[in-house]
């Protein structure tokens, strides 16, 4: 569990600009991500809400909304909603591999392929951020690491980290009054339950 707690660090790190208030924070339903996550959000003073989908209307309610792509996705609804105010997370398998993002929200490029097992490349620091506060970065090779390959920067926002093989990792954009953030990273734990709540 110790490399899926620097995944869930860095997420935490998205809802920083909420400084001492917790956030509502809506949040996917995905048999991978979501009790762990929901459990660690919680177990920071957040309030979290599982959904299976959504509208822009019902997004109205939230403060931050993390996205997975295996889930229900509407672009227009999540656009909205970050272009209002709202703080957009969006995890891996969000980012093309089974919908697509649009405009101002499309941060990292369609992927070519998935791959697991293999070790980390290493992370080069493109920008600094209030994202990578109090977040260690793995070093290469210390770590069995999934990721999405192939994937791109699409210059639509602020690249802040990527995979020492060129691979896209982390970026961010202020769109409207609100904020999107992406991530390109899967943690493996040795016995490939990922994100196993116990």
Same mark, same amino acid.
């Given at each position: 569990?110790?490399?899926?707690?620097?995944?869930?660090?860095?997420?935490?790190?998205?809802?920083?600009?909420? &400084? *001492?208030? @917790?956030?509502?924070?809506?949040?996917?339903?995905?048999?991978?991500?979501?009790?762990?996550? $929901?459990?660690?959000?919680?177990?920071?003073?957040?309030?979290?809400?599982?959904?299976? %989908?959504?509208?822009?209307?019902?997004?109205?309610?939230?403060?931050?909304?993390?996205?997975?792509?295996? &889930?229900?996705?509407?672009?227009?609804?999540?656009?909205?909603?970050?272009?209002?105010?709202?703080?957009?997370?969006?995890?891996?398998?969000? =980012?093309?591999?089974?919908?697509?993002?649009?405009? *101002?929200?499309?941060?990292?490029?369609? +992927?070519?392929?998935?791959?697991?097992?293999?070790?980390?490349?290493?992370?080069?620091?493109?920008?600094?951020?209030?994202?990578?506060?109090?977040?260690?970065?793995?070093?290469?090779? $210390?770590?069995?690491?999934?990721?999405? =390959?192939?994937?791109?920067?699409?210059?639509?926002?602020?690249?802040?980290?990527?995979?020492?093989?060129?691979?896209?990792? =982390? $970026?961010?954009?202020?769109?409207?009054?609100?904020?999107?953030?992406?991530?390109?990273?899967?943690?493996?734990?040795?016995? @490939? %339950? +990922? =994100?196993?709540?116990?």
């Amino acid at each position: 569990m110790f490399k899926i707690t620097r995944m869930h660090v860095a997420v935490v790190g998205a809802l920083a600009s909420f &400084g *001492a208030n @917790a956030a509502n924070v809506g949040l996917t339903s995905n048999f991978w991500y979501t009790p762990t996550l $929901a459990n660690n959000l919680i177990s920071q003073g957040h309030t979290v809400s599982v959904v299976n %989908s959504y509208t822009a209307a019902s997004l109205s309610s939230f403060d931050a909304f993390i996205q997975d792509g295996n &889930g229900h996705f509407d672009n227009a609804a999540l656009d909205s909603f970050v272009f209002q105010g709202g703080t957009l997370i969006q995890l891996p398998w969000s =980012l093309g591999q089974t919908h697509s993002y649009s405009g *101002a929200l499309n941060l990292i490029g369609t +992927p070519n392929s998935i791959t697991y097992g293999s070790l980390n490349p290493g992370v080069t620091v493109l920008n600094s951020s209030y994202l990578l506060n109090g977040v260690t970065l793995p070093g290469a090779g $210390a770590h069995t690491v999934g990721r999405e =390959l192939g994937a791109d920067f699409t210059g639509t926002g602020n690249a802040i980290l990527e995979w020492n093989d060129g691979s896209a990792m =982390l $970026a961010d954009n202020s769109y409207g009054a609100g904020k999107v953030v992406a991530f390109n990273l899967h943690m493996i734990t040795s016995d @490939a %339950s +990922p =994100l196993d709540a116990a």
